[in-house]
């Protein structure tokens, strides 16, 4: 007997990974399974490959990941459309991650050098008699794991910093993915056909797990809390370094003289864009009493407008079929506890869609405030003011972006958010800003991607120190006197025992 799948449920058909459209069930791709010995081979081959990559220097790998940006951006369509038939997300969806992921890959190709090149620091007078030199050396290898909810954009952050730094890459799309992975990977391999420089090694979790433990030189994790926890645990085995882009909670705080047609509009979008699926996505909203009432109206009136279905609709299907439990989970909870629903609600899961849900006066410890839930939903709750927004939103271990709407105090507002990024009178925005570092606190990860931070985070500080002169006061060396220690002495009080 054959077992039936609910559409878009990867499934393993002789030694290949298939995957299908979440709408329809059509299939997508068709991807061979990898075993851990086809692991390990990826990774060999990509060191081999990486050397050569390396060998190009930062003028080599910038002109050939521009000439792959520019396949990128001739191609758009046809990679949005993959998107939209493999995971469900509209096409203009896609277009606007495409763009998004683009524009990355043309920064990091840009900036590698002037970030991670050799180049000269100050000496300070204590080691006047060095000159001193730093430059960052790729890894090697790195091993990208990366989620379907962006599958573009969220391992192109990682892959395409690493392979600016001069890192071949090992890619392990999510299983629901798996077609947009090797889009990706074969139209690298159309500019760079000389080396395996990116690949793609496709599976369930098991592959993941034996790429942690393959011998990559690091490990750049983006998928939920839960994985990141065994991703670490696999990778300390051999102290391979991970960097981890994990879940998150993101709330947005309505100040008392914010523009609320402004604040409602970037709502409905930052809150249902993806059908909620999105890692930044506005989940929460803490709105301040006087704005709440009027606030709560503007988004039910647009969030009602909204389109749900297959084509050309706002608010595609719920990519993996699971997630639909949880979303139910989460209403009914919020609904029992006291909330209520001001549009959608305990009907709103109709498989494989979600209607836009909106629920008000939620109680803060419902799984509906405190989980991440994943849907088209959001909680609206009301705060005396903003300190108490403030407060309500920095309660979750979850910390990875947020948005203020507001004037005067926006911008305050926002750098006291715990969360590693914040958009001030927009949501999500700081996501497509190249020049600005990406990632989490506490429960939504740690190291970032994008800007020069991400590009760092690819590359291996290394520090080298060169004498140009001799040593005046001579410390390093058993040829040092009991006269050049006290004058050491003597230094070291003229120059640190100063009072302040
Ligand atoms: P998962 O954690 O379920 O999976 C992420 C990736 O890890 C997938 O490729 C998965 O493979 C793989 N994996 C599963 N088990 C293991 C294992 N034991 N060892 C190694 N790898 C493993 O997350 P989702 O794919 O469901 O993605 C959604 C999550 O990602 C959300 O929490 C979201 O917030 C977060 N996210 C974070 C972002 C950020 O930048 N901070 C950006 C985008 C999403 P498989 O699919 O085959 O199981």
Sequence with gaps: MTAVHAPGTPVVEDGRLVSTSPATGAEAGRLPLATPTDVARAVDRARGAGQWWAGLGFGGRRERLLRWRSLLARRIEELAELVHTEGGKPVADAVVEILTAIEHVDWAARNARRVLGPRRVRSRL????????????????????????????????????????????????????????????????????????????????????????????????TGSTATAKKVM?????????????????????????????????ACVWGALTNAGQTCIGIERVYAVEPVFDAFVGKVVERAGRLTVGAEAADIGPITMPGQLDVIRRHIDDALARGGRAVLGGADAVRPPYVHPTVLVDVPEDSAAVREETFGPTLTVNRVRDADEAVARANALPYGLGGSVFGRRRAVAIARRLRSGMAAVNSTLAFAGMSTLPFGGVGDSGFGRIHGEDGLREFGRAKAVTRRRARSLLPAMTFERTPADVARLVKATKLMYGRRH
């Design 233 to 265: 645990a696999a990778c300390a085995e051999s102290l391979t370094p991970v960097l981890v882009e994990a879940g998150g909670k993101d709330a947005m705080i309505v100040d008392s003289d914010a523009d609320l047609d402004a604040a409602a509009e």
């Design 126 to 221: 204590i080691l006047a008699e060095f000159s001193a030199h730093l430059e960052y050396q790729p890894y090697g290898v790195v091993g990208v794991i990366g989620p379907w909810n962006y599958p573009v954009f969220t391992p192109l952050g990682s892959a395409a910093y690493a392979l600016a730094a001069g890192n071949a890459v090992v890619f392990k799309p999510s299983e629901y993915t798996p077609a947009v992975g090797q889009w990706l990977v074969d139209t690298f391999a159309e500019v760079v056909p000389e080396h395996p420089v990116f690949t793609a090694v496709h599976g369930l979790g098991d592959v993941g797990a034996a790429l942690c433990r393959s011998g990559v030189d690091k490990l750049a994790f």
